[in-house]
Every structure is written in C-alpha cells, then in structure tokens.
C-alpha cells in the first residue's frame, strides 16, 4: 500500500494545491515552470505493533468453502520532504494557505489497490516554513514534512484451508466419534 498512499498524496497535491506536483526520484528535479511542489521520499520506519502482530487474519469464502489466513501486515510510517518553489512570497504564502486547507479538509487519505481499500491519516510534521530570500533568479522557496501513519504492506504469504461444513458428534457408550 506504500506506492498506492504515495500516488493518493501525489494527486491530493495537484487537485487541490498545485497542479504542478512532482515525486522526486532522487536529490535532483529538473523544473518546467513554476509554482512547483516537489515531493520527496517517502521514508519509511517501522512501527512494531505488538498487539496486532501475532494475530492472523482470516477471509471466509462461503462460495468456495475456504477459509484464507495471512500472515498479519508490518507496519510504516512514511516520511515526505515537501519543496515549494515560487517567483514571489505572495505565489508561497498563498500556496501556504492551501496547505493548511488541505490537511483540515482531506485529514484521511484513501488508498486502494485490487485487494483492499484503506484510510490512512496524515499530518503535517514539520511547520511550513520560509527556506530562502529573495536571490538572483527572484525564486523564493519554501518547505515542509508530512508523516502518513499505519500503512500496513502484507507479505503475500496466505493459508488456504477448506471450511468446515458440518461436524456430527456421534456418543457411544464406550467411546465418543466426531466427524
């Protein structure tokens, strides 16, 4: 669920802030145009959960009579820098604005892939905050952190096992039969 969150990130930014959003690949980005917000990570840590991780889950299959056990997910924190770079300190401020609209009115994050739908909620970690003055090139930049939390990636190991239709106990006076 880790390429699935970061593309719901990535298309909450460009519907709903900046359409000109990127997912950095790596230290350098090359840009077009500007406004830009650059997006880079994730960076993942691991959260131990001690409470969830000696259960399975189980999916009944009625149709097919089978149950499904997995092993349980691990589960991350993902970690994003976000880079905004703009002519002018109104162009960032009003970017600003729209961040800290997007995290009230969007505070879930929707991520599906062909197996499941989760919600995940997200934050800002690090305050928005003015990186540069004014320079040469007249860009100004600013930058911020966002944390996702919980998302849970399986390991695709899966038990199928037949469900048990009907059990009769059969009582004998000298012994007991279950079937």
């Known amino acids: 669920m880790i390429e ?21 690949a790596g230290s350098i980005v090359e840009i077009a145009t500007l406004p830009v917000i650059v997006l880079n990570g994730p960076t993942l840590t691991e959260k131990k959960r001690l409470m969830r991780d000696p ?8 149709e097919a009579g089978q149950a499904v056990r997995e092993v349980p997910p691990r589960w991350y924190d993902l970690r994003f820098d976000v ?47 003015v990186t540069t003055t ?18 849970e990636v399986y ?5 199928i096992s037949p469900l048990i239709e009907k059990v009769s106990i059969g009582i004998d006076k000298d012994r007991i039969e279950v079937q």
Do not use: H
């Not at 004014?134 to 998302?151: E, F, H, K, L």
């Not at 390991?155 to 038990?159: A, D, L, Q």
């Open 134 to 151: 004014p320079n040469i090139s007249q860009v100004m930049q600013g930058r911020a952190g966002i944390i996702v939390y919980d998302v």
């Open 55 to 62: 259960e399975r889950i189980t999916v009944i299959d009625e």
């Open 83 to 129: 880079n905004i770079t703009c002519v002018n300190i109104t162009d960032l401020l009003g970017l600003f604005m729209a961040f800290s609209r997007l995290n009230q009115n969007y505070p879930l994050l929707t991520a599906k892939n062909e197996e499941r739908e989760r919600q995940y909620l997200w934050r800002w970690e690090n305050p928005l905050q």
């Open 4 to 24: 699935e969150t970061t593309r719901e990130l990535i298309r909450l930014f460009r519907e709903y802030v900046e359409e000109n959003t990127v997912l950095s």
């Open 155 to 159: 390991s695709g190991i899966r038990e």
